[in-house]
């Protein structure tokens, strides 16, 4: 293990975390055989409202009744070929897919986990518009997987094979709009046991959970495609679910960072304490200090109270010092506040950082003055129309109320730096029940063998293969595999390629060349092509990296035209000797006087002639021979 | 061994919270959860298990290897919902009478299985809504799917509905599976004469369980609609894919178009008779509905059920007319093709049920459109034989109608001109040209 300085220590601390990631599968729609793809061409919208449902004790959820109330809609943007009935909720569900099915249980296998013998597709309540239906089918797969790390086990619960819901394209008051064609993309979902104690754990976990869906080489990639969230408490503190973590390298950061905000609000919650404040004190009293600010300097202020909204004002008691206090590098009690506010207002003013952003000493002060504040008070401004700014203020009064508490059990986003913000609380319960569209699916025991039987190579055995195998360089190797050429990789070496040299050329010529062209463009097809045409003595090794820049500009042309256009195709041997006499012959003079030692001259002079057409060894040999002529004869 | 036995030899009931360990793979695995009911789908040698976090599995018997009852199933409370809704004052009275079909219905979270819900107060909680429209009476007739609907019970549902609107009902509304409810339509347009208040039958496409259903948006309209001006026998459902409007369709004019969908009813050779949005707007697509009036409805409930409704195909076998002729049907309601054609070859048995006194009615089966039996010779011929042809009915509307005329006489010619009286606006006098595919 290695051996590196914590920030914290971890164990004393009780850290406690635990993944669930999610990936995309590349294979057709989960209970239809649409294709999972996605695509800006929208061709018809419809819109719906989702209205909750009664339990089975005739109740409705008064939240969320009150919600649907508001007469929320969501439009939905469809493409003919990338949605279907189904999507629409207009047709019951198909499938389930059968080739993502096989895909899950593979992964099962992967990560130890054991299938169940027959398969039930449950409906999970989700009304905020992003399914159709008003529910995500969703299914467990398999149990009890397991994953080993150095700092001991980590366990695998569930993993559940689901449909992915439809992306927001757009959020407006009363209108959400989504597109379908990402709804109902298979989604894996794998969660672990909270069982992670050190934040290097919990990559390494990602990363072996990640290794294997790669491994079944029927994942989707790409942004979007994969989903890591992280659940993160220690003692003392709560427990936080991050969301939308892309990159694997973030992960212990993300957990470090949260282990350091919990810490540092429950420090704010033990100053509260001491001072001797309690929750009920913050009262929810709004102060209009509008005419304080009359002729205020700041922008944002004057801009509010010329469009006739207002500046209102709320009183935390003790809290003076305390909302400026970081609690992550670069943000403060006071962000977490103005995160909640952000549902009515872009921005909330708090006492501890003012005089500034254009506010003067002189309004703070008349604002104390006027909200009759200690030394220790604090005060909070929003200005905005009334109703908003009581609102937002509202949230504030809830979110202070918490920090006496200690850390609220939140939702949070992952943010680029490695910091969180404020998403949404914790969801309930989920309210789930089966899907009675889609009959129970036995997986005969005969199938779980042959799957069992035929797993993909994991990554860091596919790794060590090739070093011992090919003689492949280690970092060679990995970047194949992290790349996902292995394939391709390997099926031209039993073309016969030398494994270096395919190796060298997926690897480094082709990322060599990302900077200047369009890569992507270059198809395996065409990489197969190239090295056919090589093996076919027709072009030399110099000649992929020009034909691949080709290729990456006119994906439509293959390698053969591209090697013929471009005169790349190797010259025979009579050509390249002609070339040869010709050089020696313009420089005849050095060649009699130096002899042998004209070599360097004239084999520079003829390969700036022939580079790419003529193999450099097949050069040197007939300009050696040649000069030997000469020289010696 | 089936699921039943195997929970009955070690005594362990449904709802039992128990541990249980399986051999998968010579590995052990072991999962806690409540045993469920098997379910209707399933091979019967798997045990189902509720896990705690909500999901079903199943687990097959052969490989259970040990089974204890951590906790036994606890009884769960009967839930009563009593009909308290208080009405309000100054709102028209409106009821709605359930025949099956689940239009609200609350779910069992742990099963799944639904239950209609049909007292007012579980109404109320589930679409509040259309208490602010009218004081609801709801009335559960009866609870069977609308694929197993019959003439009698077309009868019954008549004569609900005359009852409600003869003490005082504004309108009433008919809860009604989908498959068939363009059949009870027709009947009912044809049973309740001298109607003065509308009657709206209303289903929905996807059931009341999930949140996206438009069971709730299309008895919003439909209770809407029982308190207009129209007195008329209606279909209201969804007009469009999205929770926009409902459509309001003349009940003999009115087919399921598609399986699935929720704007699956459509109205045939004719226009809706209005837009309705939830909000309470109507937009009226025609001015020649019938109007609300004082009359008293009467119940006309004479059927004659021999009747039946054959469909001609390529190869089609005259067998099939003799054998209803010689069964004693009294009527055939034949869905030809193009115009309104039968094979030339079936013509002969067509002629020998007419001569044996069987009303032979022609509609036809490309469901647009109105049949003409003098353009081509065949049509002639079937014309001469005796066929009726049914204008622009509906083959299941001519269907109906010929069960409602034949109770009223089996003259044939007396026939012949009842099928082609219009009673209920089974027959547009001409076809409009924007009633296609719309």
């Known amino acids: ?158 993993i559940c094979l689901e449909e992915d819901a439809a992306r927001i394209i757009e959020r ?462 | 061994m089936r699921v039943d036995e195997f929970l009955k030899e070690r005594n362990i009931n449904v709802g039992d919270f128990v541990r249980i360990t399986k051999e998968e793979d010579g590995e052990e695995v072991t999962y806690e959860g409540y045993i469920m009911p098997p379910y209707e789908l399933s091979a019967g040698d798997t045990l189902v298990l509720k896990l705690e976090n909500g999901y079903n599995i199943g687990i097959a018997l052969e490989k259970i290897r040990r089974i204890e009852v951590l906790e036994r199933a606890k009884v769960k409370p009967e839930v009563h919902f009593e009909a308290l809704i208080e009405g309000k004052p100054g709102l028209p009275e409106v009821t709605i009478i359930g025949t099956g079909g689940t239009i609200a219905s609350r779910i069992d979270y742990e099963t799944g299985a639904v239950y209609p819900a049909f007292t007012a107060e579980e109404l109320a909680k589930a679409v509040p809504e259309i208490f602010e429209v009218a004081n609801v009476k709801p009335k559960l007739l009866f609870n069977i799917f609308s694929e197993d609907m019959k003439p009698k019970h077309w009868v019954k549902i008549a004569h609900e509905v005359a009852k409600a609107l003869n003490s005082g009902d504004y309108g009433v509304v008919v809860a009604h599976g989908t498959d068939t409810m363009g059949y009870t339509a027709a009947a009912l347009s044809f049973m309740l004469r001298n109607l003065g208040k509308p009657v709206v039958l209303v289903g929905a496409q996807r059931s009341s369980d999930r949140p996206s259903s438009d069971a709730a948006m299309n008895l919003i309209c439909s209770v809407r609609m029982a308190t207009s001006e129209v007195a008329e026998v209606m279909v209201v459902m969804h007009g469009e894919t999205g929770d926009t409007y409902c459509l309001a369709h003349r009940g003999t004019k009115v087919r399921k178009m598609h399986t699935s969908r929720r704007d699956a009813f459509r109205s045939i050779n004719d226009v809706p008779i209005a837009k309705i949005w939830p909000n309470g707007e109507i937009e009226f697509l025609r001015k020649d509905y019938r109007k609300r009036s004082d009359e008293e409805v009467e119940v006309d409930d004479k059927i004659e059920e021999k009747v039946a409704l054959v469909k001609v195909y390529p190869g089609i076998s005259s067998e099939i007319i003799d054998f209803l002729v010689d069964k004693g049907y009294k009527g055939i309601v034949i869905e030809g093709t193009g115009l309104g054609h039968t094979p030339n070859d079936i013509i002969p048995s067509i002629e020998r049920a007419v001569e044996e006194g069987v009303a032979v009615c022609m509609t036809s089966q490309c469901i647009y459109g109105r049949v003409n039996l003098n353009v081509y010779s065949t049509g002639r011929k079937l014309l001469k034989a005796g066929v009726i042809p049914c204008e622009d009915m509906l083959p299941e509307t001519a269907y109906v109608k010929l069960m409602w005329v034949l109770g009223h006489t089996q003259n044939l010619e007396e026939v012949r001109k009842m099928m082609l009286t219009n009673y209920a606006g089974e027959i547009t006098p001409y076809t409009r040209f924007d009633t296609y595919l719309r």
């Not at chain 1, 508001?70 to 469809?78: A, L």
């Not at chain 1, 469009?307 to 004002?313: C, P, R």
Request: proline share 5%; glycine share 6%; aromatic share 6%.
């Open chain 1, 1 to 158: 293990m290695m051996v590196m300085t914590d920030k914290f220590n971890y164990e004393e601390l009780g850290l406690k975390v635990g993944l669930e990631i999610h990936r995309q599968l590349d294979t057709k729609k989960l209970f239809s055989p649409v294709p999972s793809e996605l695509s800006d061409k929208v061709e018809f919208t419809f819109q719906r409202r989702l209205r909750p449902t009664m339990s089975e004790l005739g109740e409705i959820d008064p939240a969320a009744l009150e919600e649907f109330k508001k007469g929320r809609v969501y439009v939905y943007e469809g493409n003919y070929e990338l949605t279907d009935l189904v999507y629409m909720d207009e047709e019951p569900p198909r499938g389930p897919d059968r080739e993502a099915l096989e895909v899950a249980l593979q992964i099962a296998y992967l990560l130890n986990a054991k299938p169940v013998d027959e398969v039930y597709y449950m409906r999970k309540i989700v009304i905020d518009g992003s399914n159709v239906s008003g529910f995500q089918r969703t299914a467990i797969i398999a149990t009890d997987g397991k994953v080993e790390t150095p700092w001991g086990a980590v366990g695998i619960p569930t």
């Open chain 1, 172 to 633: 407006k008051d009363k209108e959400v709009i989504y597109r379908l064609d990402r709804l109902g993309i298979p989604l894996i979902e794998i969660s672990t046991t909270p069982d992670i104690h050190h934040p290097e754990q919990a990559k390494v976990v990602a990363k072996f959970i990640g290794d294997a869906l790669r491994a079944t080489k029927k994942v989707k990639r790409g942004l979007g495609t994969i989903r890591q969230d992280l659940n993160v408490s220690i003692k003392g503190g709560a427990r936080i679910e991050i969301k939308g973590v892309q990159e694997l390298d973030m992960i212990p950061i993300i957990i470090e960072r949260e282990v350091e905000r919990q810490l540092n609000l429950l420090k704010i919650r033990d100053e509260l304490r001491k001072r001797g404040v309690k929750p009920k004190d913050i009262k929810e009293e709004f102060y209009d200090v509008t005419d304080i600010f009359e002729n205020t300097k700041s922008k944002i202020i004057a801009r509010v109270i010329k469009k006739g909204g207002k500046v209102l004002a709320i009183k935390l008691p003790k809290f003076r010092g305390l909302i400026g206090r970081e609690i992550q590098p670069g943000r403060r009690l006071g962000t977490e506040f103005a995160d909640r506010a952000k549902k009515y207002v872009p921005g909330i003013f708090h006492i501890d950082e003012l005089p500034n952003y254009g506010i003067s000493q002189e309004e703070v002060n008349k604002v104390i003055e006027r909200l009759n504040l200690s030394e220790e008070d604090a005060f909070v401004l929003v200005a905005a129309e009334e109703e908003k700014a009581k609102n937002a203020l509202r949230e504030v009064i809830k979110r202070a109320r918490e920090a006496i508490e200690g850390v609220p059990e939140e939702t949070r986003r992952a943010l680029p730096d490695g910091n969180t913000e404020y998403m949404r609380p914790l969801p309930g319960k989920a309210r789930m029940y089966p899907e009675t569209d889609i009959p129970p699916l036995r997986i005969p025991d005969d199938l779980k063998k042959k799957i069992k039987e035929n797993l993909p190579e994991l990554p860091q055995a596919k790794v060590e293969r090739y070093v011992k195998e090919y003689k492949l360089d280690r970092s060679l190797a990995q970047t194949l595999v992290d790349d996902e050429r292995d394939e391709l990789f390997e099926e031209l070496v039993s073309m016969g390629v030398k494994p270096s040299l395919a190796a060298s050329i997926l690897v480094v010529v082709l990322k060599g060349l990302r900077k200047e062209v369009p890569i992507e463009n270059v198809t395996d097809e065409h990489i197969r092509e190239a090295f056919q045409l090589y093996l076919e003595g027709k072009i030399a090794k110099e000649a992929f990296e020009e034909i691949f820049k080709e290729l990456a500009r006119n994906p439509s042309k293959s390698a053969r035209e591209v090697a013929e256009e471009k005169g790349l195709t190797l010259l025979s041997e009579e050509e390249v000797t002609r070339i040869i006499e010709e050089v020696i012959q313009q420089n005849i003079e050095v060649v009699k006087a130096k002899g042998m030692g004209a070599m360097g001259l004239i084999m520079g002079r003829v390969m700036a002639k022939v580079r790419g057409k003529a193999d450099g060894k097949l050069v040197s040999q007939i300009v050696r021979r040649k000069l030997q002529e000469i020289s010696g004869g």
